[in-house]
């Protein structure tokens, strides 16, 4: 969580705003209260016709009633800019720290949960400063004054009244999230794995017709359904006791303080209007407990996404930087000699050894899954070998800076994304100074131009969300213009037409081919190949790689 | 799930009459608890006015009838009796909304599933399967606010302040106006506010979804950028817009908390008031008594005075529940195509009556099948097939190859005449159909659950050496046993991410474990390199003797093993010259395509 401190410190003005603001809240309630008790007790013990100063007491009144509708307007708009500041700040800083990481270890086979989950844990960790830390922060500042209070009218109830006050405010809340935390942690499992039977249901529908098992399926999707209400009813015992405990809280403090004012008063010691306003002092200051309550209903939930958050900012980069980056020749071989590469204990690699010289076609054939794009991953140093090493011109890649490294070889692969962006933007992360006649002669090479030319917008055209679409074919063909723009003489092409209509997939490949001619090219790839548009072919079989 | 109270995107749906009437409807699945923890909140009332009548009762009887504190030991008593019903009220209150909220969503969820399953798969085809899974959990796990916390909330707002009012009329009728027409008044303000935030959010709308998906865009691209050595620029970018998303955000909130100060307004106002009316009229500054107001009435007024507004300031704080569930409700509407009515889950019809298996006849008499956007897609095809004939179906992907087999499997409506051993397609009961018809669809799914688990699916029953035989004939053994747990193996969601090909392989096991008189493949060997190419087709020929076989494929390899080869163009099926295998003795898959 303490990443989570210096976020808050970032933005400590905004911060000091909103708690203002909701101390200024609470305080106006409680004069409004404690005043009002007081003026009306004070002036039906002066009888009717008595000369009494109505004066300060009713424009007190009607102060602090206007000042606590202004302030509660302020704090509300003041707490949401600093909670939506602070959840922008995140957002940069996750992303980052996440540059030098990537590909993250265990996220690299399904980025997509993993980037929900990244986003979910974000807007998770907005609750924790407008449901706790200011709600917090203003109960405290609320008790001391209640305190102060107290101090010079009813010394005796400070200790019964501050205690019961913190008890729920503070102290209950937080006893009951914890008990209450492995319900939530139970109810969580249990949503995931209903929606693993839901995204199964949806996914797998044409095979639970085909195969007749709509009735079985349907029995499993009903079981967790149920699951799922009995877990989360267990968790509402807990959460049931949260409001309950409240209103025991408040109701006993104000006893205890109205036990402890009408001795007072019998001994002459608290005037009838003084113990009237504190009673009604202790009502208003309850007010602080409810957003507390409500927020630590969440806290376990923020604490888990917080957690991981915290262990992703706090990970090991993939590969090191070396502290003397070493100088590339200006053009020299690639080359694997005896790479061996595991992941967890299951070797994917095992002995391999390849040389690429400068100009050279290579293409590696075998399933998915045999090691192809753990090789390419290797060649561009997204991870390093745990056996051998890999050199570029003869020096190990492992020496040099990632950045230098990454000017010389470029990787496309089936999952590169388009970004949201117009087209120019996607194509100018390739070079970012590139001029449009630049721009078009990659989209020519690509074989994309036509169509760009042919929207109404061209290069300015919007894609992604809310934005035009690309066909599957047309995605690929714009992530091959980006890759020609970069200047890297060696381009590694991972499955580059995988997942596409086969006649579009030949078109495509072909392309491919004759839009990077004058460069270097390993295309890893499980589809047919052209006839003798390689120098050499080779296959890879559950890790060895061996000529075809 | 985002605390910000107030989600733009919630408010600015528009619900139809029938989705309002659906989600009004839903009640009935939780019986008498929403019934109860409708009226529990009516009993706190009474309750928060016994507390309020005990303390300016104790106060004023020693304020101002000389009363000592131990002459009031009875009535503290009742006092701490009325705080600890009030506890444990709202402890039953939760308790009993959660219940109907959960029963609620149970039965939404078992009506929704069911709603999936009685779909047909050509409906599935244009659904984002995220879409129905987030809408089977997410959106239905969004009504819980609206029946756990508003429904109750709605109830005590519009009860409770009336009540209050009319009641303090008795004690004082100038309180009981001043609370009588502020409190009726707070909803109308809100109101208002809420039509400026809501045409102001609409505006916003757009560019707020671009915005935000535009960090997730970015992270997800992570690597690309990085290999580019763009990544560090793309922070700048990134901070800009989500700086802009707050701005604009804020923009929005700005008006929707106008709302939270026409609340205060009233409440702190109606405290004032009364504090003031109170004692002036004490003073005899305000004689519009005839009889003299006492302490305790005065002090009751004012106890009373927050709670009558306390409802209707819970209600503003559950309100945007009801935008959400209004927006889930609307997200159900357009996702699954119409709300489903309740409706029991589908339950396991009995077996299927084992009939000895022989290989289907398939007569097609004028197939024709439009696709909408692409107009006919089959024109007018006929084909026979005798019992035991192997057919192969080539062509480019979206030539149709698919619909002809989808058709034949009824996961497509079509015109024309289908019949299966002289039976229309469409007059077999379904149970008998699925048992006699095996069909392998293009992306076939991997369950939740192992790699054994998932071949099982196609005979519950099969022991364990029946889908180790299927397994090995699917090669489906040549990776699994590679693996630790071997067919124990974990998949689908949260297991083991498995390969195009390892998944193609496992569903074809699952044909293999069940026993059809006609197999219908698509695509058998898409994602296999040449060489497993050669093997599964070894198997898929092994298979099927004794059945009628359909194959779709764009492997010329595979196709030449078949005895019948067509191929579709312009929606006709055009015979291709063919040797049938036997008579040119070839090792099976290697040679080119023609």
Not at chain 1, 237 to 252: D, N
Request: proline letters at 5%; charged letters at 20%.
């Amino acid at each position: 969580m303490r990443f989570f401190v210096e976020l808050l410190r970032g933005r400590t003005r905004k911060l000091l705003l909103a708690l203002a603001l909701s101390v200024a809240t609470l305080l106006t309630g409680m004069a409004l209260l404690g005043v009002s008790g007081w003026f009306l007790t004070a002036t039906y013990l002066a009888g009717i016709g008595a000369l009494f100063n109505i004066f300060i007491p009713s424009s007190m009144v009607r102060g602090s009633s206007f000042l606590r509708i202004l302030s509660r307007y302020g704090e509300r708009v003041s707490g949401h800019a600093a909670t939506l500041a602070i959840l922008s700040d995140l957002r940069v800083l996750v992303f980052s720290r996440l540059i030098p990481l990537v590909p993250i270890r265990d996220a690299a086979a399904r980025t997509g949960d993993f980037v929900a989950r990244l986003t979910g844990d974000i807007d998770t960790l907005d609750m924790v400063v407008l449901q706790l830390v200011l709600p917090v922060a203003a109960a405290l500042v609320a008790a001391l004054g209640l305190g102060v209070v107290l101090a010079f009218v009813l010394p005796e109830a400070i200790i019964p009244a501050i205690g019961g006050l913190l008890a729920t405010t503070l102290l209950v809340p937080f006893v009951l999230s914890r008990l209450g935390q492995a319900a939530g942690t139970e109810a969580v499992g249990r949503s995931a794995h209903l929606r693993t039977l839901a995204l199964d249901g949806a996914d797998g529908h044409g095979d639970i017709v085909a195969l007749g098992i709509a009735p079985l399926v349907s029995g499993e999707f009903d079981k967790a359904a149920r699951d799922l209400r009995a877990a989360r009813l267990r968790q509402a015992r807990w959460t049931a006791l949260g409001p309950a405990a409240m209103q025991l809280g408040l109701g006993l403090t104000m006893a205890a303080v109205l036990w402890i004012g009408l001795g007072a008063h019998a001994t002459g010691r608290i005037s009838g209007p003084m113990l009237v306003s504190m009673v009604l002092l202790i009502l208003a200051t309850f007010e602080a407990s409810g957003p507390v309550l409500r927020g630590a209903g969440r806290l376990g939930a923020a604490r888990a996404a917080a957690r991981r958050l915290s262990a992703i900012l706090q990970a090991e980069p993939a590969v090191d930087e070396p502290r003397v980056p070493a100088v590339l020749p200006a053009s020299g071989a690639l080359s694997a000699g005896h790479v061996g590469f595991r992941y967890g204990d299951r070797p994917v690699l095992t002995d391999v050894s390849l040389t690429i010289e400068a100009g050279e076609r290579i293409a590696i054939l075998g399933e998915s899954g045999s090691g192809k794009s753990t090789l390419l991953a290797l060649l561009i140093r997204l991870a390093d070998p745990g056996e051998g090493a890999i050199r570029l011109g003869g020096i190990n890649i492992r020496d040099v800076a990632t950045s230098e490294l990454h000017g010389r070889i470029a990787l496309l692969t089936q999952d590169t994304p388009v970004f949201i962006g117009t087209i120019r933007d996607n194509l100018r992360i390739g070079a970012p100074d590139a001029d449009d006649a630049t721009l078009y002669g990659a989209l020519a090479r690509a074989r994309l131009d036509e169509f760009v030319r042919r929207l109404p917008l061209g290069l300015d055209t919007w894609l992604g969300e809310a934005g035009a679409t690309l066909s599957a074919g047309q995605a690929r063909r714009l992530c091959l213009a980006r890759t020609l723009l970069a200047p890297a003489a060696i381009l590694l092409l991972d499955e580059p037409t995988a997942g596409l209509d086969p006649d579009i997939e030949a078109d495509l490949l072909a392309d491919i081919l004759t839009a990077t001619s004058g460069r270097s090219v390993v295309l890893a790839t499980h589809a047919a190949l052209p006839e003798g548009a390689f120098d050499r072919v080779y296959r890879m079989d559950a890790g060895r790689l061996a000529a075809a | 799930m985002s605390s910000v109270e107030f989600d733009p995107r919630a408010s600015a749906d528009s619900l139809r009459p029938e989705a309002k009437a659906w989600l009004s409807a839903q009640r009935k699945a939780a019986g008498r608890w929403l019934t109860v923890s409708m009226l529990l909140p009516l009993l706190g009332g009474v309750l928060i006015a016994a507390q309020a009548l005990t303390l300016a009762g104790i106060l004023a009887g020693v304020i101002a009838g000389g009363r000592s504190p131990s002459d009031e030991g009875g009535a503290i008593l009742i006092l701490l009796a009325v705080i600890v019903a009030r506890a444990a009220l709202a402890l039953v209150g939760e308790r009993v909304a959660a219940r109907a909220a959960e029963d609620i969503k149970l039965a939404v969820r078992q009506s929704l599933f069911a709603a999936l399953m009685a779909r047909t798969p050509e409906w599935m085809r244009a659904r984002s399967s995220g879409e129905l899974t987030s809408g089977m959990v997410d959106q239905v796990e969004a009504l819980d606010g609206y029946f756990a916390r508003f429904t109750p909330a709605m109830v005590a707002a519009s009860v409770l302040p009336l009540v209050f009012a009319i009641g303090l009329m008795t004690v004082d009728w100038v309180v009981g106006v001043i609370f009588l027409v502020s409190a009726p008044l707070i909803p109308l303000f809100m109101a208002l506010v809420g039509w400026g935030a809501e045409s102001a959010s609409r505006r916003h709308l757009g560019a707020m979804s671009r915005l935000s998906g535009l960090f997730a865009d970015r992270l997800r691209g992570l690597v690309v950028l990085k290999l580019f050595g763009r990544a560090e620029d793309e922070v700048g970018r990134v901070q800009i817009a989500t700086e802009d998303l707050a701005a604009r955000t804020m923009a929005v909130l700005k008006i929707a908390f106008l709302s939270s100060a026409v609340l205060e307004f009233f409440a702190a106002l109606g405290v004032a008031g009364v504090a003031v009316y109170v004692g002036l009229t004490f003073l005899g500054d305000i004689p519009l008594r005839s009889v003299p107001l006492g302490l305790e009435a005065g002090l009751f007024c004012l106890l009373m005075a927050p709670e009558v507004y306390l409802p209707l300031r819970t209600l503003a704080a559950h309100y945007h529940d009801r935008a959400s569930a209004r927006a889930a409700v609307a997200s159900l509407d357009a996702v699954f195509d119409g709300l489903p009515e309740a409706a029991p889950l589908p339950v396991m019809a009995a077996r299927r009556a084992v009939v000895p298996v022989r290989a289907a006849s398939v007569v097609i008499r004028g197939l024709t099948v439009t696709a909408e956007g692409r107009g006919k897609v089959l024109d007018g095809i006929d084909l026979d097939i005798t019992p035991g004939e192997r057919i192969a179906i080539l062509g480019a992907s979206g030539i149709g190859k698919s619909t002809l087999l989808e058709a034949i499997g009824r996961f497509r409506s079509f015109e024309g005449d289908i019949r299966i051993d002289d039976a229309p397609v469409g007059a077999i009961d379904e149970g008998s159909f699925r048992g006699r018809v095996a069909l392998l669809v293009q992306r076939p799914r991997l369950f939740h659950g192992t790699i054994a688990g998932n071949v099982r699916l196609a005979r519950p029953d099969a022991s364990d050496a029946d889908i180790r035989r299927a397994a090995a004939l699917a090669h489906v053994t040549d990776f699994a046993d590679r693996l630790p747990d071997g067919l124990e193996t974990a998949v689908g969601e949260r297991g083991r991410g498995i390969s195009g090909g390892e998944a193609q392989r496992v569903a074809l096991a699952r044909i293999f474990l069940s026993d059809p008189g006609l197999v219908l493949l698509d695509e058998p060997t898409a994602h296999l390199d040449v060489g497993t190419e050669a093997l599964v087709a070894d198997s898929i020929l092994d298979f099927a003797a004794g059945r009628t076989l359909i194959v779709a494929t764009h492997s010329a390899a595979l196709a030449r093993r078949m005895d019948r080869i067509y191929r579709i163009a312009g929606g006709k099926l055009l015979p291709v010259p063919h040797r049938p295998p036997g008579s040119v003795p070839t090792r099976a898959g290697m040679g080119d395509a023609p």
